[in-house]
């Protein structure tokens, strides 16, 4: 199957610092790629879709400003937490999503980010 | 709005024995429908799936149903193995809606030997 690829896998940051995180569709283009968080024993939440080289729609609640997206290619999105606070440490997980694919999306392994 | 209901874990259970993990869901219309298995230090990848009423999407001995008149769509193995320890969510999509994908809150289910 496709795969779908994250990077790091996990970050230790300071508070205020910003990090970036990456999400690549390895073997497939990926028309649209998503942007999920997970807290721990909940589901996950969805913050944002992509669709490549146009600006991302936010979920209602997230700050467009604090979490930045950016798809610039059919096989990269990246998600930059800007200005990171303890409350920002969560799971993220990213999926990739062809208009060949029919209605299944393609999950990378989330990143694990943990602000100090 | 939509959204999926799923029964609340952990669920613990002997190998072998028989597993049915509870959802429903609240829709307008008629989403396709989906399991999702996430194992341990991995992502979600798709179990099953069913896209119209009374469907049964099966895969890897799982089992699962569109029950419109129910709204459930419950996730069944007859046999489970100590390799089926993972989490599992419950989740549906609207048609046209780009692959919106709505989940439950996720079962974790823990096989022993």
């Known amino acids: 199957g496709a795969v779908v690829s994250q990077h790091p896998s996990w970050v230790i940051c300071k508070s205020g610092t910003s990090v970036k995180i990456e999400c690549r569709s390895l073997?497939?283009?990926?028309?649209?790629m998503f942007w999920y968080r997970q807290f721990p024993k909940q589901s996950l939440m969805l913050m944002a879709t992509s669709n490549e080289g146009s600006k991302a729609t936010y979920e209602q609640g997230v700050e467009k400003d604090k979490f930045l997206i950016n798809h610039a290619s059919l096989t990269l999105s990246t998600l930059t937490v800007t200005s990171a606070h303890p409350e920002d440490s969560s799971f993220y997980i990213c999926?990739?999503?062809?208009?060949?694919?029919?209605?299944?999306?393609?999950f990378g392994p989330g990143t694990r980010l943990t602000v100090t | 709005g939509d959204s999926v209901t799923q029964m609340e874990g952990p669920v613990t259970l002997s190998e072998e024995a028989f597993l049915t993990i509870n959802c429903t869901y609240t829709?307008?219309?008629?989403?396709?429908l989906f399991w999702y298995v996430q194992y341990p230090g991995e992502g979600l990848q798709l179990l099953l799936k069913?896209?119209?009423?009374?469907d049964k999407g099966s895969n890897k001995g799982f089992e699962a149903t569109y029950r419109k008149e129910t709204t459930s769509f419950h996730l069944e193995k007859g046999s489970v193995q100590v390799s089926d320890s993972a989490v599992y969510f419950c989740a549906l999509i609207h048609r046209g809606s780009q692959g919106n994908l709505i989940f439950g809150k996720g079962t974790k289910l823990s096989v022993k030997p």
């Open positions: 073997d497939f283009q990926a028309t649209t």
């Open positions: 829709a307008t219309g008629y989403p396709s």
């Open positions: 999926s990739a999503w062809s208009s060949g694919s029919a209605y299944e999306q393609y």
């Open positions: 069913a896209t119209k009423a009374d």
